[in-house]
Structures are given as C-alpha cells and as structure tokens.
C-alpha cells in the first residue's frame, strides 16, 4: 500500500513539474513579445515559484505522514492541488489579459496618431491640386500671350519688308 502511495506522490510531483515548467515557459514567452521599452514584470515567476515551493513542502509533509494518511487527505491534497493550478492559471490569464489592453491601448494611440497624419496629408494633397490648377491656367495663359508675340512679330517683319511708297514726288 506505501508503494503505490509512494508512486503516486512521485507521479503527482512531475505532473506539478511539468505544470511549473510550462508556465515558466509561457511566461518567458509572454516577457519575450512585450515590447523592448518595457521592464518585464516578476511577479508572475515569483508566483510559479511560490507554488512550487508549497508543492514540494506538501510532498515532503505528505510522505512524513504517509504512514497516518487516509483516503480523505488524499482528496484534500488534490484539491489543494487543483485550487493552485486554477490561481496559477488565473494569474496568467489576468497577466495575459493586462499585455493585451496594454497593447490595445498603444495601437489605439497609434490609430489616433495616423489618422491625425492622413488627415495632414489629404490636407497637402487638396492644397497641391489648388495649385496645380493654378498653373495650368497659367500656363495656358502664357500659350496664348506667345501666340500674340509671334503674331506681333511677324507682323512687324512683313511691314519692315513692303517697299516704302513715298508720297513725296
């Protein structure tokens, strides 16, 4: 019977490892994608270790008294067990849950600052086509006054060129 007690308790302790580890590993994973500016919090891995340590002091206290325990004990010990993994998974979830309105609250600055941005740019563009339209008008005011030049000039030419019929006989 303190066999399969034993081996029980062994088989509890590496599921509780392995819990341990998969948290410490999505809470490194978590610190990884914050961005670079910000200080990753601790809290979370004193916490895993917190657990841990209760864990094994459990484990130790429990194979002291392996010889005295009974049935009802066992069941309180996975209670307890369970009660942990459900606040280790809280925490995470209200870890996780803090990143992503942290995150949402910069994407949203940063939503209000490109529309502040293309705002200014549709601004330039209306501004930049005013002018455009300016020019063309202005350009095709210069077409027309060339026009006139050229029409002057050769004027001027065919007049020089005409003999010169006097008057005076």
């Known amino acids: 019977m303190d066999d399969k007690k034993e081996d029980r308790y062994k088989q509890e302790d590496k599921s509780e490892e392995r819990a341990v580890e998969r948290s410490k590993e999505r809470s490194k994973d978590r610190r990884m994608r914050t961005r670079s500016d910000k200080r990753p919090s601790r809290k979370h891995d004193r916490k895993v270790l917190v657990a841990e340590e209760s864990t094994k002091s459990w484990a130790d206290t429990d194979s002291e008294s392996s010889s005295g325990s009974s049935s009802s004990s066992d069941s309180e010990q996975e209670e307890v067990h369970c009660l942990m993994a459900d606040q280790t998974s809280d925490d995470e979830l209200k870890i996780e849950n803090d990143l992503l309105r942290n ?9 209000l600052k490109l529309t502040k941005e293309m705002s200014s740019w549709n601004q330039s563009a209306r501004a930049l086509h005013k002018l455009q339209e300016s020019l063309k008008s202005v350009n095709e005011n210069l077409a027309w006054a060339s026009v006139v030049v050229r029409a002057v000039k050769e004027r001027q030419v065919l007049n020089h060129n005409q003999p010169m019929t006097s008057s005076i006989k």
Do not use: D, I, T
């Open 103 to 111: 995150e949402a609250s910069e994407l949203k600055a940063e939503v």
